[in-house]
């Protein structure tokens, strides 16, 4: 929630494409990167029991959660018979087949736009507003079924405050990863559908975007990192792109 969400899709989306099953938490980095306020980026988490910080930190850890703006909500999220942040989040597929998603959503949007936020371009703050995901002049929003980092399907969502039910049925081909969002104020989880056993691998477009960035990365940071630690550091970096380099050579050809 404290930089322009295309940047911090962006990396999470290749990195769940590379196989990695990262999850998503919102947050403010107060007061290093804003001292306006904290909240702008939230964690929404689900408790069966008593609320303990201890129990937040271990569903959240789970996935059992999403993030928000806090004007929009995707509540309960599953697919098939599966809840987000239960059974390590996966549903298994014998063969390609259609999956049933459902979420229950809620947003709240002044009738009238707030043209200040709308027409700001995405990497000017606010970064995460529901004013954003405004459908052109309308009270409406899209709430969009994710697949490997692509919309799919959408429906729209009255952003009147009440929650609705929403639900899509899709096919899914090969194992991937499944989420839903209202972009740019707030998005779930995901759930891993792994189809036939197999696991899920990235395109070559996915690790060549990795590896690129593992390289960028370390431009940045080694002038800043003590001469007495470079050496690990280089050592951890050569490790993290060994594990891409492997992921690129296992990648779907296109």
């Known amino acids: 929630g404290d930089t322009p969400y295309v940047w911090e899709l962006s990396i999470w989306y290749h990195t769940l494409n590379d196989g990695f099953r990262t999850r998503i938490a919102g947050e403010t980095d107060f007061p290093c990167i804003t001292d306006e306020r904290v909240g702008q980026g939230r964690s929404y988490v689900h408790l069966d029991g008593p609320l303990t910080y201890a129990s937040w930190i271990d569903e959240l ?8 703006d806090g004007r929009a909500h995707l509540m309960d999220f599953r697919v098939d018979d599966v809840d987000v942040g239960t059974h390590q989040s996966e549903v298994a597929l014998a063969s390609p ?32 507003s529901v004013e954003r995901a405004r459908i052109e002049n309308s009270r409406e929003v899209p709430v969009e079924l994710i697949v490997n980092g692509k919309a799919v399907a959408e429906r729209k969502l009255l952003a009147d405050g009440s929650i609705h039910d929403v639900t899509f049925d899709v096919p899914v081909e090969k194992s991937s990863w499944v989420a839903m969002r209202i972009l740019p104020a707030t998005h779930t989880n995901p759930i891993f559908v792994i189809v036939g056993g197999k696991p899920i691998r990235p395109s070559v477009a996915d690790a060549e975007w990795s590896l690129t960035a593992i390289n960028q990365c370390w431009t940045q ?23 891409y380099r492997k992921l690129e050579l296992e990648a779907e050809k296109p």
């Open 221 to 243: 940071k080694q002038a800043r990192i003590s001469p007495a630690e470079r050496v690990a550091a280089r050592a951890a970096y050569d490790h993290a792109e060994a594990v």
């Open 61 to 68: 850890r789970q996935g059992r959660s999403y993030v928000s």
């Open 97 to 128: 087949g259609t999956i049933h998603a459902t979420v229950r959503a809620a947003a709240r949007l002044s009738e009238l736009p707030n043209p200040g936020v709308d027409a700001l371009p995405y990497d000017q703050h606010p970064y995460w």
